[in-house]
């Protein structure tokens, strides 16, 4: 499956630094952002190092026999769960407590894998509409599961960027893993929630409906800062 790709990563209007971390390497077929946390240098450490983690496993895939895609992609969020709990619990006990979300696409033939932990997402846009294909492990999120909230009424609540599962946090953790076939003229999206907490769904599926592909990204970032930039702003957007 032939792809175009392009991406960026913002520090928004309101940070200092950029705590968020992204990766397309075109050879592998491999698409990540990640969204750290734990302050200005744990957020940066651990989504640096659980982006390096996941390249790395994946790049030497080959050396793992009898191991499905699947089960590449869960080894891949552990060993990185796993360098980063150890980076702040024995290398340097400063960062404890950092973590990171990290949303990761691969491409095997005309089949893209996904694996998903925190809040950072996942949108399939076949023009005219958009889809949300991750799942948020966030507060919120499980609040409207319950059905103690409306999704409508998600952005009034308190602590709604509270993520209930991150990679590093705990020396493991478990991705939401899944797949799906791709067709051509679909288009996916990646994002931290500095996007996703900017710019609301529709007003995202209307961008893209308008927007040359090539020029997704810097208007994304645009319209996030717009909405208030409040946190950095990282967008992968993929052409099939």
């Not at 940066?44 to 790395?56: C, Q």
């Not at 995202?204 to 950095?232: E, R, S, Y």
């Amino acid at each position: 499956m032939k792809f175009n790709a392009w991406a960026k990563t913002d520090v928004g209007l309101k940070r200092s630094s950029n705590e968020d971390s992204i990766l397309i390497d075109e050879k592998l077929g491999l698409f990540i952002v990640a969204d750290g946390m734990g302050g200005h240098e744990g957020g940066e450490v651990a989504s640096s190092i659980a982006v390096k983690t996941a390249k790395d496993i994946i790049q030497n895939q080959n050396y793992q026999k009898n191991i499905t895609t699947e089960n590449l992609i869960r080894r891949a969020f552990d060993e990185a769960s796993q360098r980063i709990f150890h980076k702040s619990h024995v290398e340097s006990p400063e960062l404890m407590g950092m973590g990171t979300t990290m949303i990761l696409a691969l491409l095997k033939g005309d089949r893209l894998y996904f694996g998903n932990v925190g809040d950072s997402r996942a949108y399939l846009f076949r023009k005219p509409k958009l889809w949300q294909i991750s799942e948020d492990h966030s507060l919120v999120n499980e609040q409207i599961k319950a059905g103690v909230i409306k999704e409508e009424d998600s952005e009034n609540v308190v602590g709604k960027n509270v993520i209930t599962r991150s990679v590093g946090f705990e020396k493991n953790v478990q991705p939401d893993v899944f797949v799906r076939t791709v067709q051509p003229n679909e288009n996916i999206l990646l994002c931290s929630d500095g996007l996703s907490g900017m710019v609301p769904d529709r007003q995202m599926a209307q961008l893209l409906a308008d927007t040359p592909p090539a020029k997704v990204v810097p208007k994304a970032i645009q319209a996030a800062k717009k909405g208030g930039g409040d946190d950095n702003i990282s967008v992968i957007f993929i052409q099939f």
